[in-house]
């Protein structure tokens, strides 16, 4: 034999997929269309297009003279094994989005009753600031008050020096 063919022969005795390794995950997803001749490889949990399969079958020539595959056991089974998974696949994509329209549902209802609850400090802190507000002013005002008192009574005592003052220098 040939290098050539037992290098062929060594390739289509591994079980290793000949196609893009697709997580179950991305399938389910629908990042990944699942297509015939995909297979579940449940041991590593990705899928994979058998592409050596895939050649196989147009080789062989599946397909009659309208173009349509021909109905036999291993194209009914292969069909159903393709919507089989299929199906599985549709499954997961529904789980995963129910579970994260749960999520999203309940990260909502989280953030709404934080909002509330911001809201009612923010409420709190406006009365506060509000209260603070006509406090300090009430003691602007008072301090105001006094401050005019302290002034007059400077004022009135200067001018009682000064009175002083000039009575003393015209004695």
Same mark, same amino acid.
């Given at each position: 034999?040939?290098?050539?063919?037992? #290098?062929?022969?060594?390739?289509?005795?591994?079980? =290793?997929?000949?196609?893009? @390794?697709?997580?179950?995950? =991305? @399938?389910?997803?629908?990042?990944?269309?699942?297509?015939?001749?995909?297979?579940?490889?449940?041991?590593? $949990?990705?899928?994979?297009? $058998?592409?050596?399969?895939?050649?196989?079958?147009?080789?062989?020539?599946?397909?009659?003279?309208?173009?349509?595959?021909?109905?036999?056991?291993?194209? @009914?089974? =292969?069909?159903?094994?393709?919507?089989?998974?299929?199906?599985?696949?549709?499954?997961? !994509?529904?789980?995963?989005?129910?579970? $994260?329209?749960?999520?999203? !549902?309940?990260?909502? $209802?989280?953030?709404?009753?934080?909002?509330?609850?911001?809201?009612?400090?923010? =409420?709190?802190?406006?009365?506060?600031?509000?209260?603070?507000?006509?406090?300090?002013?009430?003691?602007?005002?008072?301090?105001?008050?006094?401050?005019?008192?302290?002034?007059?009574?400077? #004022?009135?005592?200067?001018?009682? !020096?000064?009175?002083?003052?000039?009575?003393?220098?015209?004695?």
């Amino acid at each position: 034999m040939t290098m050539m063919s037992q #290098d062929r022969i060594k390739a289509e005795n591994t079980a =290793e997929p000949t196609g893009d @390794l697709h997580s179950t995950a =991305e @399938l389910a997803a629908g990042t990944v269309k699942v297509r015939p001749y995909m297979y579940l490889d449940k041991r590593r $949990d990705v899928a994979y297009l $058998d592409l050596r399969a895939a050649g196989m079958a147009s080789a062989a020539g599946n397909k009659g003279l309208s173009g349509r595959k021909r109905t036999t056991p291993e194209n @009914l089974l =292969e069909h159903a094994t393709h919507l089989e998974l299929e199906n599985r696949f549709l499954e997961a !994509r529904v789980k995963t989005m129910e579970e $994260d329209g749960r999520k999203n !549902r309940l990260k909502i $209802d989280d953030l709404r009753r934080e909002l509330h609850e911001c809201k009612e400090e923010l =409420e709190k802190e406006r009365k506060q600031v509000a209260t603070y507000r006509q406090d300090n002013q009430e003691l602007i005002t008072s301090h105001e008050q006094v401050m005019l008192r302290w002034r007059k009574a400077i #004022d009135e005592k200067r001018a009682l !020096r000064a009175s002083l003052q000039s009575e003393e220098r015209k004695e």
